[in-house]
């Protein structure tokens, strides 16, 4: 199992039966097997690293620090449900340290962004103070480098 | 004034390599893929680099000792105990040498001179043999054969051995084949090399390149470490071919007696370098580890499509290469290949490059991505298909 996350992890694009070739198995027993993960949401969704600076399209991304009051017998989980429905949420992490949530936003223009805080996010009930940083470049993202591409610079051919 | 006449006649009756040509056509061409390679696609873990790079802002950028820095050396020994079991003085049994290749070179130069027989398995990386015979002694091949799954057996050994036989060089996991060796099938090699008092001369340089199998070197059999001298570097374990960094263990008299002409040829390897391995060394495990789970992946991918693809295929255990037989097609290596990259676009090794018995084989490389192997793969059906 944990191979075939692996595989699909560096590259979801991979076939079920260059999978199955890669790991040994049949083709049949690694649909099972991806199916199986799918259903228990341990593969919870295939994206695409796309780095959107080098296009036309405009975005403005930002991370915001949250401060909340948890809610009696739930915890966070409550206030972290308020919060990442909203479909400008990329990701939403509860955090140790001097502050609760790590908010990761994305919109349209810094306009968008700040009216999202100041009228959705900022006046929940338990949400107590909140720090917005605006992301001004993004290096690298899930692990990949978003600015320069590793080129095989090898002989063609070596012994 | 004719210079060709000048040159010493056993370096000038030497070949060169014979894949020059391919390579050529292959650098001409445009939308060409090659299998080609014999080195790591992925570059030296980055805090490998990092090392040497800070190596360079402290300004050493001087010689080390010839021996090679001594926490480098104490590393090396570390490492080799506590991956093969087999104990070496970081002092004076360690020799810290530019690449697996110097190795070879001044062991043999050590080890042997006219008159001198060396036993040579192949198919084998290229050097061994001309490297033999540049210290005037004379290579007697050891062919290697698929149905053996390339594998050397003590009776072939034995029948090759004369009065005059002094060394065996030998290489598992294997470049081209991609075979290993058991302990139980290096046991009956060991024995043979006793009974004759012979000296064997191991290239280990992929045994961290195995898959579900771990390596044994020959040298911590019983008795056979200082009969031995270990061959072995950085380069495709850590993915540090262009660093130049290898080393070799020995007992201290042989190492004793290399470290002169280790001492008087190199000097000693590059500086930065040796910075840079000890990081590797040190810190590491999990970047071999995923390196070595890709390669194992990529190499179910290459021989399942190359099978579908109608070629017979031994399963290799060690190494990045492949080594399928063409002989089915009836198209020797070199036609075999030169037909795939003049149809297809795709270069690939003839195996008789690595040994006359290598004819009838080729060597394709998985050091490449998933990617590339699958559209090799897809040219490959294609070329055999019409054959």
């Known amino acids: 199992m944990k191979d075939i996350l692996e595989i699909l992890e560096r590259d979801s694009r991979t076939t079920h039966d260059e999978i199955a070739a890669m790991t040994g198995r049949n083709v049949e027993e690694v649909k099972s097997e991806i199916k199986k993960l799918e259903d ?49 949420v990329k990701a939403l992490y509860l955090m140790s340290g001097s502050y609760d949530f790590t908010v990761l936003i994305e919109g349209k223009t810094l306009k968008e962004v700040a009216q999202f805080v100041a009228e959705k996010l900022a006046p929940l009930d338990s949400v107590m103070s909140t720090a917005t940083h605006f992301v001004l470049k993004r290096y690298k993202d899930d692990g990949v480098i978003l600015y320069e591409k590793q080129v095989d610079d090898r002989e063609v051919i070596s012994l | 004034m004719n210079l060709i006449d000048k040159i010493n006649p056993i370096v000038k009756n030497i070949p060169p390599s014979g894949i020059r040509k391919f390579f050529d056509i292959v650098t001409e061409m445009k939308d060409a893929i090659s299998l080609g390679v014999g080195e790591p696609d992925f570059v030296t873990p980055w805090r490998v680099r990092e090392s040497g790079i800070y190596s360079l802002e402290k300004g050493h950028t001087h010689y080390t000792s010839n021996w090679g820095l001594a926490e480098l050396r104490e590393e090396i020994s570390t490492y080799v105990l506590n991956k093969y079991n087999i104990q070496y003085d970081p002092k004076d049994e360690i020799i ?12 043999l130069r050590t080890l042997v001179g006219n008159g001198d027989e060396v036993l040579v398995q192949q198919p084998c990386f290229v050097s061994y043999k001309p490297c033999v015979e540049f210290c005037g002694a004379t290579p007697i091949i050891i062919e290697t054969k698929e149905d053996n799954q390339f594998k050397l057996t003590a009776e072939e050994i034995e029948e090759k051995i004369t009065p005059r036989t002094k060394v065996l060089i030998m290489s598992f996991p294997n470049n081209p084949t991609g075979a290993v060796m058991t302990k139980d099938e290096l046991e009956p090699i060991a024995e043979v090399i006793k009974k004759h008092d012979l000296l064997v001369i191991s290239d280990e340089i992929y045994s961290e390149l195995t898959y579900g199998f771990r390596h044994t070197s020959i040298a911590s059999l019983p008795d056979m470490r200082d009969r031995t001298i270990v061959i072995n570097g950085f380069s495709k374990a850590f993915a540090m071919t262009g660093w130049r960094m290898g080393y070799t263990c020995a007992h201290r008299d042989i190492t004793g007696a290399m470290f002169k002409v280790h001492q008087y040829a190199i000097m000693c390897s590059p500086t930065t370098s040796q910075y840079a391995a000890i990081e590797a060394l040190k810190n590491c495990d999990d970047e071999v580890e995923m390196m070595n789970r890709e390669y194992d992946r990529r190499r179910r991918l290459i021989i399942n ?83």
């Open chain 2, 96 to 107: 810290v040498t530019v690449g697996g290749s110097e190795g070879i070179d001044i062991a």
């Open chain 2, 305 to 387: 499509g190359l099978r579908k693809a109608g070629l017979k295929c031994f399963e290799p255990q060690g190494a990045f290469y492949a080594f399928p037989s063409i002989k089915e097609t009836g198209l020797n290596s070199n036609d075999f290949c030169e037909k795939l990259l003049m149809e297809e676009k795709l270069a690939v090794v003839p195996g008789n490059a690595f040994g006359d018995c290598g004819e009838g084989f080729v060597r394709m490389s998985y050091a490449y991505s998933a990617d590339t192997i699958n559209s090799a793969l897809e040219r490959i059906n294609r070329f055999m298909s019409r054959l």
């Open chain 1, 40 to 88: 228990e949401n341990i593969i919870a969704g295939y994206t695409t690293v796309i780095n959107w600076d080098k296009t036309e399209k405009e975005t403005v991304n930002a991370l915001i620090e949250v401060k909340v009051t948890p809610t009696r017998g739930l915890g966070f989980d409550k206030v972290a449900s308020k919060i990442y429905n909203f479909p400008e």
